[in-house]
Nanobody, 124 residues
């Protein structure tokens, strides 16, 4: 498995931006697809974005397309989620996840390592 630690969450006004970071260690990071999921209070965890092992293929939820960008730096074992044009519906705990496969999949069952989460709160 991969150990994951997220950072970068916080409180931001609607329309603002945040950049989440995820530091990885353990299993060979560069061969793992990575993803971000989120969970709002009272709701199920949902897919946000994924990136393949090389960083040249990405996959986004409809709610994230055009506003969020996932990227990775295999030299630093880091994954990022740049979030722009945030709205109150983006308020959630955001989780970084690693998959034992190289493909940018969207189902949580494909990921076997999870971080502890970082809170993102968007105020109106």
């Amino acid at each position: 498995q991969v150990q994951l630690v997220e950072s970068g969450g916080g409180l931001v006004q609607a329309g603002g931006s945040l950049r989440l970071s995820c530091a990885a260690s353990g299993r060979t990071f560069s061969s793992s697809a990575m993803a971000w999921f989120r969970q709002a209070p009272g709701k199920e965890r949902e897919f946000v974005a994924a990136i393949n092992w090389r960083g040249d293929n990405t996959n986004y939820a409809d709610s994230a397309k055009g506003r969020f960008t996932i990227s990775r730096d295999n030299g630093k074992n880091m994954v990022y989620l740049q979030m722009n044009s945030l709205n109150v519906e983006d308020t959630a705990v955001y989780y970084c996840a690693a998959a034992p496969t190289p493909y940018a999949l969207s189902r949580s069952r494909n990921y076997d390592s999870w971080g502890q989460g970082t809170q993102v709160t968007v105020s109106s």
